[in-house]
């Protein structure tokens, strides 16, 4: 499975990214998909979730302002995200997640300015 995640760039604090993560994998409408971050000298956090049935999870400091989604035919997940803050600066990646294993894409820089 490959993964190619885009959308990532440079936007004033208060603006808005979509990032996209296309998946070359057979399993994908059938398996967990999300969205992680890691900034510089912090742990890489899971930031988004979005299983197969569509339901959603977000970590509480993007609750409202990101929105996971899927388009299982495209085998694309985005992360519309709104309203952003400097500290939301971090490379985002996606991640397919199998039950034994798991598939990371390459990461996309996100870089918010205050």
């Known amino acids: 499975v490959q993964l190619q995640a885009f959308g990532g760039g440079l936007v004033q604090a208060g603006g808005s990214l979509r990032l996209s993560c296309t998946s070359s994998?057979?399993?994908?409408?059938?398996?967990?998909m999300h969205w992680y971050r890691q900034a510089p000298g912090k742990q890489r956090e899971l930031v988004a979730t979005?299983?197969?049935?569509?339901?959603?999870s977000y970590e509480d400091s993007v609750k409202g302002r990101f929105t996971i989604s899927r388009d299982n035919g495209k085998k694309t997940v985005s992360l519309e995200m709104n309203s952003l803050k400097p500290e939301d600066t971090a490379v985002y990646y996606c991640n397919e997640d199998h039950d034994f294993y798991e598939y990371w894409g390459q990461g996309t820089q996100v870089t918010v300015s205050s």
């Open positions: 979005i299983n197969s049935d569509g339901s959603t």
């Open positions: 994998g057979s399993m994908f409408s059938s398996v967990p």
